[in-house]
């Protein structure tokens, strides 16, 4: 499997969920794609700069995805501004910034 | 070690490693990077080669798979006083491997590889399956498709004082047994598939913990009911309340709940069903790498994670706190276990606070958990970040006393008089549990005797590990024992040592299956019998202390109905009573409603109960005492459910209860469905009247 499926996969994943939001799709659809983006798609942005293998990525990608959006939305509540949107504009922020860097730097070690 | 482990997981069932050396991957051209992933330049690690293909796994997770048949030629320059390379073309492009060892090559000499062959038709090369993979997926399959029909065929009301395992059809039965018969072939096979091993624990994981769902598909169990308000009070106000409810002080999980409900265009109590499944398959990842960090056998993960799912019966995996929070503990076990040697350390550093970062507002006890945990870690000298116990100190008190400070100093009498006092710890832990009907206490004694026999299990798998000089494992056994210090802090409702069995329960499933699934006449035949037998005997025990209580934890769409329908009559600031806290309630109007239960509010041990015709002269009291426009009494089949399960309380039975409201002039029925009743409170003045 290449390098550059995980970050690519992020990439769909973050605009297939911001289609999903956009057009108002329901259920049962919009559930799995919003599970996936908010489960696994912040976390498998950052994961790969810390681990490859399996197990470590997977636990890193779920972990980090959880803690990070806790972190987020006690912040945007704590502060006012509670917003959902802004939680996934954010979240989808981070998973795109990951996953360009992953990109860039496989790029980078193949020249 | 790791890499030959990482090595050997890869191999197909008739594929074995001819030889391995130490390698460092070095350059590559053209488009490899289709063929490898995780190639660092110049990364150290591990080459092998067997019959068919070319493996290199390094020690910074690079990981190369390269069919012999893709390798068009091999060149090697094994100049002396040079580093000797191995280099290879494919159609992808070339790459070369270093410091390869003298013996790989010359067995690389001897075995020209096969050249692609032209005149096989297309598709021929794919390697078919082996009719024991075939057998081992059919069978999982097979298992959770017959577990699926029987357990769709329960009937909720039928269930007894057992639980689920009193109305399982046979088939039912069936299905478990085929799944541990597989499991057991499949384990005790000679150099078994990590896939194989993975579907069917993938199977086992659906088939034990999707059973709220596939009974009826009702969401389950009052406390999910609960959190589903939270949640939704978060969603709807933007703001956390801790007047209103304690959960506000600690409102991490809530805060993403309401977020997620929002994001993903559902309801949350849609949900409610799959949760015990989806989140112990988020468990699953970081329970391998705890495993990993043991032993380099391969299968001792998905056996550990086997057992792990076997014993799991606490049931703190619904839609809760401690369910989602158990992850990150879970992840920050798994990483520090496996980050030994330093590698990467800053980024380790920075996502372990970031986990702890996110448990500490989420979770009351988490926190102290990992506390104990990275303790524990620090004294077998294991901690790679020897500074993380005392930043985990410094988070939790800080958020005690600065966000969650209104709750403690409204109960800190309690959590003092908690603090060292084992003696009735144990006692609202163990011997007050151990009450209700007999065939509950029977279920309760089940528990207690899994949980002993395990927890046995665990400390004679760690001695004999400790003999052998097996100290990977010490790590674990730590880890296993790190929880018993949260037993000297509190009670924690009468809890504490079910979560001290969650906290410890990855390390002692990895001591277990080290101890019963891992021995060295574990294969054949006779080994997967035992392993069958054994996941077996775990299976049944299983039945019971997981979905011993499923009797009151089970909801039928009549008595949701019923809480629906009081919802819809009750005004702004009514008050709702219920005889104990058995309902599916609190999903809404959190903040709007005050939810008392009479369990509560006739506190228990109080000098004189109320007489049976003059309860409901005590719930005028109980109402009277929060001047609410409006009160409401309701009453669904599974309060007296949870009644006759666990026995009455000190106030009084539910069936006087309703004789004495039915006969009082100061409540109305309003409704009776069958499974859910109301009664509306009447003021002496007759206002205040429930509609």
Redesign the interface.
Known sequence: VSRRVLPALVLVSVVVFAASVAAGIGTPLRPLVASWFLLACPGLALAPLIARDPAALWTLAISLSVAIEIILGLALLYTGLWSPTALAAVVAAISVGGATMQLVRIEVALR | VRALA?LSSELRDDERILCTSNAAFGE?HGR??????????HEPGLLAITGRRLLFAGE????LVLEREQIASWALSPTPGERTELWADTPAGSFAIYDVSARLLELVEETEPAKPRQSEPAGAAVALPSMRSVLAVAAACLAALMWTLAVARVEPNAMGDAGLVSTLPLDGFLALALICAAFGATLASRGPSGRLLAVQVLALVFMLYAVPYLVGGEASFNVAWRHVGISEY??QH???DPDINAYFNW???F??S???T?????DLL??VPWMPF?TNL?YL??L??IA?AASDDPRL?WAAAWVFYLTNWVYQDYLSPQG?TY??Y???A??LL?WMRGQ?RS??LV?CF??V???V??HQLTPFAMLTAVAALTMVRSNPFRSLPALLGVLIVSWVVFAAGPYLSGHLETLKDDIGHLGSTISSNVTERVDGSETHVVVTRVRLATTAVLWLLAAVAAWQLWRRREWRFMRHAALAAAPFGLVALQAYGGEILLRVYLFGLPFVSLLVARLVFMRRDGTGWRGAGAIALASVALLGAFLVTRYGNERVNLFTSREIASVERVYDIAAPGSVIVAPNPQLPWQSQGVGEYRFKTLDAELEPGAESRPAADSLAAAVVQVVERFSAPAAYVVITRNNREYEELFGAPEWGTIAELERSLAESPRFRRVFDNGDGEAFAYVSPSGEGEGR
């Open positions: 990482e590559r490899l990077a289709v063929l490898a992933r995780g190639h660092d330049p910074r997770g690079g990981w978060i969603a933007g703001a956390v409102p991490g999980f805060v993403l309401a977020a997620a929002e994001l993903a265009g559902a849609d949900v989806l988020l990842a970081p391998l790498l990993r993960p989602l992850v990150l879970l992840a920050l798994g990483l496996t990467r980024a380790l996502a970031l986990l970062l996110a448990a507002p989420s």
